[in-house]
């Protein structure tokens, strides 16, 4: 089954850290795309990080040198850490697996399985 479950969230002052997890089935995990995606209210879901099978790394500008991707292949779960937390990093984050298009990822957030979600409140 594809399942994805993030945990990790929850609030803290601005400056503070967070590492979010998300728990894939091996279904999910087995998938060439994964990444992390946050939606604030009134606002559009968007890319924050994202890694292929190969363990290559992409970023939204803003979070470069702030946030960190990464996946534990065999306990299934990929995390992000999150430091420099800014208020404008409040969001629902969400983890995403997507099986890609011959060797390529989605660019955008058009991935196929989701999690629910783990909400993300910062403070200042």
């Known amino acids: 089954q594809a399942q994805l479950v993030e945990s990790g969230g929850g609030s803290v002052q601005a400056g503070g850290s967070l590492r979010l997890s998300c728990a894939a089935s091996?279904?999910?995990?087995?998938?060439?795309?994964m990444g992390w995606f946050r939606q604030a209210p009134g606002k559009e879901r968007e890319v924050v990080a994202r890694?292929?099978?190969?363990?290559?790394?992409t970023y939204a500008n803003s979070m470069k040198g702030r946030f960190t991707i990464s996946k534990d292949n065999a306990k299934k779960t990929l995390y992000l850490q999150m430091n420099s937390l800014k208020s404008e990093d409040t969001a629902m984050y969400y983890c995403?697996?997507?099986?890609?298009?011959?060797?390529?990822?989605?660019?955008?957030?058009?991935?196929?399985?989701w999690g629910q979600g783990t909400q993300v409140t910062v403070s200042s």
């Open positions: 091996e279904y999910s995990y087995s998938m060439a795309c």
């Open positions: 995403a697996a997507d099986r890609g298009i011959l060797t390529a990822c989605p660019r955008g957030t058009d991935y196929n399985y």
């Open positions: 890694i292929n099978s190969r363990g290559i790394t």
